[in-house]
């Protein structure tokens, strides 16, 4: 019995530590993510993005041709 209620308050402890440790670390993960993006400068990459896809090859097939 007693056993049984040590194993039952272990199990309530690891899984609790577990979730909140992986709330944490997606918590620390978005921080991080918003972070990097705030820093781009978005006109640079815009600009660089128009001007690859408008210097690729005509000849090249449309996408799903077999």
């Given at each position: 019995?007693?056993?049984?209620?040590?194993?039952?308050?272990?199990?309530?402890?690891?899984?609790?530590?577990?979730?909140?440790?992986?709330?944490?670390?997606?918590?620390?993960?978005?921080?991080?993510?918003?972070?990097?993006?705030?820093?781009?400068?978005?006109t640079t990459y815009e600009?660089?993005?128009?001007t690859t896809a408008s210097?690729?090859?005509?000849?090249?097939p449309p996408i799903g041709?077999?």
């Amino acid at each position: 019995m007693i056993f049984a209620l040590i194993t039952g308050a272990l199990s309530r402890a690891i899984d609790y530590s577990d979730s909140l440790l992986s709330d944490r670390y997606t918590h620390y993960v978005s921080v991080r993510v918003m972070r990097q993006a705030a820093r781009l400068d978005l006109t640079t990459y815009e600009t660089l993005t128009s001007t690859t896809a408008s210097s690729a090859p005509a000849s090249r097939p449309p996408i799903g041709w077999p």
